[in-house]
């Protein structure tokens, strides 16, 4: 295997600033911060959104239930002779 040719993979803090929650996960990411968690130092990086924020994994996403684009040209125009 061949040597200085793979990233450098070690355990972020990543803090979701939407809901104020952070995550200890396994990451390659490059960053200059760090946070003490735990009585030990690791790299931080702030993120705007994560599945515990996101309106698809939290069941919030909404739906639009009035007819597409397509159907409402077809409807306007349909057999117009």
């Known amino acids: 295997m061949r040597s200085k040719i793979h990233p450098n993979y070690r355990t972020v803090v990543f803090h979701d ?30 993120i705007d959104v994560s599945s515990a924020s996101h309106p698809f994994y939290t069941g919030e996403q909404r739906t639009h239930d009035g007819e597409g684009r397509i159907a409402q040209f077809k409807r306007r125009y349909r057999s117009r002779k």
């Open 17 to 46: 600033t939407r809901i104020d929650r952070y995550f200890m996960i396994g990451s390659t990411v490059k960053t200059d911060q760090t946070v003490e968690r735990d009585g030990k130092e690791y790299p931080y990086m702030a």
